[in-house]
């Protein structure tokens, strides 16, 4: 499985564009990059996956360049309720291997 | 559908004492995944089924450790002989082939 490396924490200030980056330089063919959010005492929440160049939805846009080898998950204009932890995943989720969650990015938002 | 559903929400229970969790997924998903997740770090997995199959596991998974799926429906995680370092919260998830997970809220263990 790709292994992952993302920024500890981030601080940003509400109305603010934030940009949170993770290295995934083994990644494989098959692999797609899943995105989870995470608000304390609950489970992870699904928002966004892609497998290259750029996919938007109504809560955050996932930026994949060509080598595949980094993605950029972008929230536009935070508030303090996006204040959580930020998963990166990569793997084949068709291949019926689990996908490894690793520390993630704990995103902090202040007004 | 409500989503996964996981039952208890808390447990606290007296070391040496056994454990069991269950999983409710979302029907229409034919794979099932356990997490563990200590404060502070992400989920660690611990297992996953294919309907009723458990198609793997992790070594976190020891011999005190256990879970079924029967007819591929909702799960149940045991644990036997618990220890305070099994204090932790539980997280199932459920998933279509291919698609993102779908978490529930978790049980929380205290292992005392």
């Known amino acids: 499985l790709a292994k992952t490396t993302q920024p500890i924490s981030m601080d940003s200030y509400e109305g603010q564009e934030v940009n949170i980056t993770c290295s995934h330089n083994?990644?494989?063919?098959?692999?797609?990059i899943t995105w989870y959010q995470q608000f304390p005492s609950q489970g992870p929440r699904f928002i966004i996956q892609g497998y290259k160049t750029k996919v938007t939805n109504e809560v955050a846009s996932l930026f994949i360049p060509a080598d595949r080898k980094s993605s950029t998950l972008s929230l536009p204009r935070v508030s303090l309720s996006d204040t959580a932890v930020y998963y990166c995943?990569?793997?084949?989720?068709?291949?019926?291997?689990?996908?490894?969650f690793g520390k993630g990015t704990s995103l902090l938002v202040t007004p | 559908d409500t989503g996964v559903s996981q039952d208890p929400r808390h447990k606290i229970t007296k070391r040496g004492q056994n454990v069991t969790f269950r999983c409710d997924p979302i029907s229409e998903h034919n794979r099932l995944y356990w997490y563990r997740q200590t404060l502070g770090q992400g989920p660690e997995f611990l297992t996953y089924?294919?309907?009723?199959?458990?198609?793997?596991k992790s070594r976190l998974l020891s011999d005190r450790f256990s879970a079924e799926r029967p007819k591929g429906s909702f799960s149940t995680l045991e644990i036997q002989r618990t220890e305070q370092g099994d204090s932790a919260m539980y997280l199932c998830?459920?998933?279509?082939?291919?698609?993102?997970?779908?978490f529930g809220s978790g049980t929380r263990l205290t292992v005392v």
């Open positions: 995943l990569v793997g084949d989720g068709n291949s019926g291997y689990a996908l490894n």
């Open positions: 998830a459920s998933s279509l082939p291919g698609g993102g997970y779908t």
């Open positions: 083994n990644i494989a063919t098959n692999d797609y």
């Open positions: 089924f294919q309907n009723e199959a458990q198609l793997e």
